[in-house]
Nanobody, 128 residues
Framework: QVQMVESGGREVQAGGSLRLSCTASGGTLSSYSVGWFRQVPGKEREFLAVISWAGTQTRYGPSASVKSRFTISRDNDEKAVYLQLDNLTPEDSAIYYC???????????????????WGLGTQVSVSS
């Protein structure tokens, strides 16, 4: 069973950028779609993006702000999935999670319960 591990979160000033990384221990990510989510304490978890096993398909959440500033990618040689966050605002402050979906294509990962393995998250804090 793969265990997801997120990294790259830190405090950054508004307008800055971060690249979050997601790797797996106990297995490989190469056959799974991988999604990114975020959650602010006391609020519902928000789906951000998912990428297919080969990186040929991506799907983003409904937020226009996320679609225009965040980019999901993967490098199966490096065994990692990335989330590039650009032009960050204080509203982007949250814990960011990655999760593995058993289906290799994004169409097989329509809901949060499609994901079987979640990381512990990495904190992103954006100061104004």
């Amino acid at each position: 069973q793969v265990q997801m591990v997120e990294s790259g979160g830190r405090e950054v000033q508004a307008g800055g950028s971060l690249r979050l990384s997601c790797t797996a221990s106990g297995g490989t990510l190469s056959s799974y779609s991988v999604g990114w989510f975020r959650q602010v304490p006391g609020k519902e978890r928000e789906f951000l993006a998912v990428i297919s096993w080969a990186g040929t398909q991506t799907r983003y959440g409904p937020s226009a702000s996320v679609k225009s500033r965040f980019t999901i990618s993967r490098d199966n040689d490096e065994k990692a999935v990335y989330l590039q966050l650009d032009n960050l605002t204080p509203e982007d402050s949250a814990i960011y999670y990655c999760a593995a979906c058993r289906h290799p294509y994004t169409t097989g990962c329509p809901r949060d319960d499609s994901y079987f393995s979640w990381g512990l998250g990495t904190q992103v804090s954006v100061s104004s």
